[in-house]
């Protein structure tokens, strides 16, 4: 009875660490330090702040371009309104040469 006992825990042993194994990735070195390089948190610390330095020259850049600004407004009234405009009118004299 030990015996079977000992067997049948063998084999559930056997069965259950083959699975471990099967389940492991094989890497080249190649893929290896690509994967390493792109997982690691000093290089990409590095890259951010290369971008963040571009960023701030572009930014430093913009100071010395010329600044442009508009403004509009507008009224609309619903109602028509009609109103009579009287200009001063002024005849020229040919004679003198005065208005």
Do not use: W
């Amino acid at each position: 009875m030990n015996n079977i006992k000992f067997t049948i825990i063998v084999l559930l042993h056997l069965c259950f660490a083959s699975n471990t194994v099967v389940s492991q990735i094989y890497l080249s070195l190649d893929s290896a330090q690509s994967m390493a390089i792109r997982n690691n948190t000093d290089i990409q610390t590095a890259k951010q702040t290369h971008t963040k330095a571009e960023l701030e020259k572009q930014a430093a850049y913009t100071k010395y371009l010329p600044k442009v600004s508009a403004q509009a407004t507008g009224l609309y009234i619903k109602n028509n309104f009609e109103k009579e405009i009287y200009l001063p009118t002024m005849y020229h004299n040919p004679d003198t040469g005065e208005l």
